[in-house]
């Protein structure tokens, strides 16, 4: 579901960037983005996103440890999440795919904006 490579984007302009290249990529939100900047910022960015891209994007909201941050995510329509296994994970999970929604416990690796532009896919992940 998440093509790489995976590009870390905090803002609307990184997210345009990162899809102007025009392959296939993962945007990846910044560590905690659900609680910080909210679901709704995240889908907004991302959907924008896609309005302007070539390529296939997919996108991972970081949810932290904070599975109430997770559901409001899925209730908002983000697809992919990241959300850190502890109480709440498994049920999170089924929503998650009851809505063809995929749920990591753990960030991928990922590259800077910076590395996606140049070109070099093979950039060491941050």
Avoid: K, N, Q, Y
């Avoid at 945007?27 to 959907?47: I, K, N, T």
Wanted: charged share 15%; glycine share 10%; with cysteine.
């Amino acid at each position: 579901m998440f093509p790489a490579p995976v590009v870390l984007v905090g803002d609307h302009a990184a997210a345009i960037a990162a899809v102007g290249v025009g392959r296939p990529v993962t945007l990846l939100s910044p560590p905690g983005a659900a609680g910080r900047l909210g679901a709704l910022w995240w889908w907004v960015l991302a959907e924008a996103a896609r309005a302007r891209a070539s390529a296939p994007v997919a996108d991972l909201l970081d949810c932290a440890d904070a599975p109430g941050h997770a559901m409001a995510a899925l209730r908002c329509g983000c697809r992919g999440l990241v959300l850190a296994r502890g109480p709440g994970f498994a049920r999170v999970a089924a929503a998650a795919a009851s809505l063809g929604a995929e749920v990591l416990d753990s960030r991928p690796p990922a590259m800077t904006i910076l590395d996606w532009r140049a070109g070099d896919a093979r950039a060491a992940p941050r």
